[in-house]
């Protein structure tokens, strides 16, 4: 039990080493992996849990601006929101998905307003707001930092629910005060993540049924993403597709009385109409004489502005809607029909359901980012596997060099790789994404563990005999003092590439940072018990 007490910090080292040994080779032990998810960066491809970025798995990066430009200092309240919304959307001639209030709250202290296309200069934000009653101090480029953190939980959910399911996103400052939005997906091609990103995923469903000034019709919009708490896989319904939408409970007796005032609640089939003319008028206006006065109306399904389906309601459903029973059963069935693939439709609208539709596009024509093949990737693993041992074996040699005796050596460099591996360990624990800077970061630790490695065995050896353990405890504690003071230094070098968005850099930082605290705290002490045993042994 003394020798235990006495070498507790061999024992630490012992313990972590399995530990990490169980993140590194245990499948599932990471949080969020599984031995069955073969999109999370290629992990259930390889040996280890270790997560590789595209440096060394292949994918694709992009890193492109919010389409978007925003008038600041706009005086506005949560109660005129959605009036402000609407006037200038009519006065830039736009989809009120296309123009968002920011109106003054707790956690803004001026309003603002954006528009999320390309089709609308400055100076035409500016005089629709002049227009309305309202004076910007500045419309610049670029979104609301509100709509930047939206963009970046809505890529998100789309990527996790698509299959690009190992990507991930995050804004990037760039010089000039530009935002991008960077996205990482490993193993993955540009055109696949392009195609996922070039549509916004706005799904709508509107009843469109007469009612209007001189015979024509009314559209308006029924129901909401945000009125829908659950939507299903996408199923196939007859001679088509269909995904089935369950209304919330607080929204399901609203959405049936919006129905039953369209004429919906007996059951009509559709009417005849012209689908050009629903896709080209604003949502609650009037449009042309498509349906006449004694034609039942529609139920439009559209899919990023285009029609997917125009259809009745079946005479059941009608009923529910007329009688309240619609709020016992809300779930309302969004057909695709039996149009050209009519499953890989509905397999898109349900990704955009449960996503929900991006706050802005991507202007993916200033895309900054990068491709890299597989096979490239593979090749760039190796020749870093390469470069690692190399490193291990130079620096084996010139520690050999210096003391000529395998009871000191060995132990120093079996502390040192120790290390690499805790910190290996620590990397797939968090599955953190590899790339060749960090890499680069692990041969730093290397390089600066066995610096400090020597430091001690110099400290012990150089300075004549030890004799007891006080003598070594206190040339111990001197050299320990020096190490703390170099960790110390390199820790506060190297923050600020942690935290300032440097892209790669800040990973070789990251590892090098964690890689220090490992050595510090674990390995530096556990070679001191192991140093002090072989020592007092020899004596």
């Avoid at 990527?159 to 996205?183: C, D, E």
């Avoid at 007329?322 to 059963?329: E, K, M, Q, T």
């Avoid at 520690?399 to 290996?424: C, D, G």
């Avoid at 070098?493 to 800040?506: N, R, T």
């Amino acid at each position: 039990m003394s020798t235990l007490r006495e070498n507790w910090r061999v024992a630490v080292l012992v313990m972590l080493l399995l530990t990490s040994a169980v993140a590194l080779f245990v499948p599932g032990v990471p949080p969020g992996t599984s031995t069955d998810a073969p999109d999370q960066g290629s992990t259930s491809e390889q040996l280890t849990n270790l997560n590789y970025g595209i440096q060394l798995s292949g994918g694709t990066r992009l890193r492109a601006p919010i389409v978007g430009i925003t008038a600041e200092n706009v005086n506005v309240t949560q109660a005129d929101s959605t009036q402000l919304e609407q006037t200038v959307a009519d006065e830039l001639d736009l989809d009120t998905v296309d123009v968002r209030v920011r109106p003054i709250s707790s956690e803004r202290s001026t309003g603002a307003v954006e528009v999320v296309t390309k089709n609308v200069t400055h100076q035409e934000l500016r005089t629709a707001l002049e227009n309305s009653g309202h004076q910007p101090t500045n419309v610049r480029d670029g979104v609301t930092p509100e709509t930047r953190r939206q963009m970046v939980e809505a890529v998100d959910e789309k990527l996790r629910t698509s299959a690009l399911s190992g990507a991930s996103v995050q804004i990037v400052n760039v010089p000039g005060g530009q935002h991008f939005l960077s996205i990482t997906a490993p193993d993955r091609d540009r055109e696949e993540l392009v195609d996922l990103l070039n549509e916004r995923g706005t799904v709508k469903i509107y009843a469109v049924y007469p009612g209007g000034e001189n015979g024509s019709f009314v559209r308006e919009e029924v129901l909401k993403r945000s009125q829908m708490s659950d939507i299903s896989a996408a199923n196939r319904e007859g001679v088509g597709w269909a995904v089935y939408i369950t209304v919330s409970p607080d929204a399901a007796d609203g959405f049936a009385q919006r129905m039953v005032d369209a004429g919906f609640g007996d059951g009509a089939p559709c009417g005849n109409y012209n689908h050009s003319d629903i896709q080209q008028t604003t949502a609650g206006e009037s449009a042309g004489p498509a349906l006449s006065n004694d034609e039942p109306g529609c139920l439009v399904h559209t899919l990023n502005g285009e029609v997917v389906t125009a259809r009745g309601v079946t005479p059941g459903l009608g009923e529910s809607f007329a009688n309240g029973d619609f709020a016992n059963d809300p779930v309302y069935v969004m057909q695709t029909g039996s149009s050209e693939n009519p499953a890989e439709t509905a397999s898109e609208i349900e990704l955009n359901l449960r996503a929900g539709q991006l706050p802005a596009p991507l202007d993916l024509s200033e895309d900054s980012g990068s491709s890299l093949d597989p096979a490239l990737a593979e090749q760039f693993k190796q020749n870093s596997l390469l470069t690692g041992l190399l490193a291990v074996l130079a620096v084996s040699l010139v520690v050999y060099m210096r003391y000529k005796r395998a009871e000191v050596v060995v132990p120093m460099v079996a502390t040192a790789l120790s290390e690499v591996f805790i910190l290996l360990g620590f990397v797939a624990f968090v599955q953190y994404p590899l790339n060749l800077s960090h890499l680069a970061g692990f041969i730093a630790v290397i390089g600066t563990g066995v610096d400090d490695l020597i430091i001690i065995a110099d400290e012990i050896l150089q300075e004549g005999e030890v004799e007891t353990g006080r003598v070594f405890q206190s040339r111990f504690r001197k050299a320990f003092w020096v190490i703390g003071a170099a960790a110390a230094t390199t820790i506060m070098a190297m923050s600020p590439l942690m935290v300032l968005p440097l892209g790669d850099l800040s990973g070789f930082a990251i590892i090098t940072i964690v890689g220090v605290l490992i050595g510090v705290l674990v390995t530096r002490p556990a070679y001191g018990d192991i140093l002090r045993n072989l020592v007092l042994d020899e004596d």
